[in-house]
């Protein structure tokens, strides 16, 4: 009687650690850039993935458990993301780590991940696992197997389509790891198309004027100009070529702020004639049916905490990216970070974004960066760009609803 | 012209230009740092506070930034008197300016910052204006208005600070605080008071220069972070506490960045003018305009 009572105790107290156990959340860590330069970005992406956690939550959480975010602020700093996802890991005890945005803040927490051996799902960096070659890095983005060639080939494709063809280009860009990314990829396509690089030049990313960068791009007479550069520099490289008045076929590429509202405002009619990378375009809007699932909450909710009020840009993406990670811990039905790698490198996705696969280095498996180039905005109002007729887009073929019109400046006529 | 002599004078008009608003930017650490002795590091966020409300009076009104910095400027001449007397009864009072001092102000830098992020959100925002698109050409020189405006602006806010700096009884008094505290006090003249006020002064002149920030440049909250180390270096390179220091400081720098932008590359800029600045300190260990 002794022995059944002890062993009924036993078992009451072994159910109920692992009814504790199943109802305990289930911890993802991340940095997010919530002040600094990328904020803007950060926010949003925050806000996208905040409603994946309240979606998967309202469904009852992933294995039976709630999902619950552990989250700090990088300030955009790279040098305080190590410090960030050790403690994370360490003092947090997360189960699962994703990145914060972009290519800053990515590349120093991945040799951290590779020290833990932990899954690292990644937000918009431009091939920071390039010299790592992590094998549980994956990345959400659409730029291709190459990303930094993946990333520039639309403008270089586009360029090499007019007659005549360029033969010269410059480049330039800010001193910072995306910026670099993009110039590399802008230089491997002028080599393959036997373009002569005729400017190749950085600048400091707190520049103020870069009018005198502008007139010695124009000294050069470049055919195209290629440009990577972060919102602040984007903004000032516009403003410099219109008040410069710069001459040439082509000018963008690599502009990253084009793509959400603020800039987009800010500037108005001088993005006439612009070429860029975009992700989403309303002109081919049939072709990303898969977005309308999230950009209504996400722009209701934008519009309260002053980010993005468009949305088409990243937070798809970092929704996609929460998605991806709880269809590996579904499937695999824990959080061993081995077999999620081995689970999210075998499968393709369904996603908020369409059909996502990995490439064997943890990029997108096939390149969907559009390059468009902007042309007819007449005015600084967030109204001219809620629907089509604003944006022409160049590459890839599939999306294709025009062809460049250059050069530049006939544009701003 | 020939290009090559027409890309010279337009990196020296450029860079005049853009010393012009280094200028603006740099002469209130030139009256807190040079002359007070104030380390004000959080300069930098009261500069991006003035470019909000300037940003918020153009954005729901229509309020030219600037005007509105100046019609505005005796609140931030009030905020800078407020800032002074915690400072002074926190820690200049008790000898504890130094170490504790610093992390105040790198206290008040963070918390304006996170108070700016609360209220405005951490997009990119820029003033618009009937000149910031607008640049005048004359014989192949370029004259962009979103800059050569700020630059009159700034250019009348230096002039205006060193008349009534030299030509005033409380200006000479802030001159004297900076030479000798005890002779002014034998004066009888309240050194903590011309201290204070001139120190609200330094601040007023940030909430011009916040303006001036964005007509040229789109804005986030922790903008100013990056232009702490120019700011103090236009103020070492002029002379501490010289007002026209401040300003040929600025120009010289400014000519410096765009001449190197133009004709040996923009990520040489920063090598450039910090080497500029070793180079005057090595020469004129006080600066350029330094006693």
Known sequence: MKFRNMLAAALGALAFSTSAVAQQPLKIGFGMSLTGALAGNGKAALIAMEQWRDDVNAKGGLLGRKIEFVYYDDQTSPASVPALYTKLMDVDKVDLVVSGYGTAVIAPAIPIMMQRNMCFMTLFGLNPNGKFNYDKYFQIMPAGPDPSVGWSKGYFDAAMKMNPKPKTVAIVGADAEYPHGAMAGARAHAKEHGLKVVYDKTYPPNTVDYAPIVRAIQATNPDLVYVGSYPPDTAGMIRAANEVGLKTRMFGGGMVGLQYASLRTQLGPLLNGVVNYEMYAPEVSKKFPFLEKIIGKYQERAVKEGVDPLGYYLPPYAYAMMEVLGQAVTATKGTDQAKLAEYIHKTTFDTVVGKVAFAKNGEWASSRVLMVQFGGIKGNSLDEWKGPGRITVLEPAEYKTGTVRAPFQDNRK | ?291
């Not at chain 2, 853009?18 to 030139?30: N, P, R």
């Open chain 2, 1 to 291: 012209m020939e290009a090559s002599t027409e890309l010279f004078i337009n990196a020296i008009v450029a860079g005049l230009l853009l010393g012009g608003f280094y200028a603006a930017v740099s002469v209130g650490i030139s009256i807190s740092f040079g002359m007070l002795d104030v380390v004000n590091i959080a300069h930098p966020a009261f500069i991006i506070l003035g470019s909000y409300i300037a940003y918020t009076a153009n954005a729901r009104f229509g309020f030219d930034p600037i005007v509105t910095s100046v019609v505005l400027s005796p609140l931030f001449f009030a905020l800078g008197l407020l800032l002074y007397r915690i400072y002074y009864l926190c820690f200049e009072k008790r000898g504890q300016e130094s170490l504790r001092g610093l992390a105040f102000f790198f206290g008040v830098l963070f918390i304006t910052e996170v108070t700016l992020v609360l209220v405005f959100g951490v997009d990119y925002v820029q003033a618009r204006t009937p000149y910031t698109d607008v640049t005048e050409r004359f014989a192949g020189i370029d004259f962009p208005l979103r800059l050569v405006v700020p630059f009159f602006v700034s250019l009348a806010m230096v002039i205006g600070l060193q008349f009534f700096l030299t030509h005033t009884f409380f200006g000479r008094a802030v001159l004297a605080v900076a030479q000798d505290q005890l002779a002014l006090r034998l004066m009888g003249v309240d050194p903590v008071r011309v201290k204070g006020l001139a120190f609200a002064l330094s601040i007023a002149t940030a909430g011009v220069a916040g303006a001036l920030l964005i007509v040229i440049l789109p804005v986030q909250p922790s903008i100013g972070r990056e232009y702490i180390g120019l700011v103090f270096a236009v103020c070492v390179l002029g002379g501490m506490g010289s007002i026209w220091g401040t300003l040929v400081g600025a120009l010289v720098l400014g000519t410096a960045e765009s001449f190197t932008a133009t004709f040996f590359g923009p990520s040489w800029a920063p090598a450039v003018s910090f080497g500029l600045l070793l180079a005057t300190l090595a020469f004129r260990p006080s600066g350029l305009f330094g006693r």
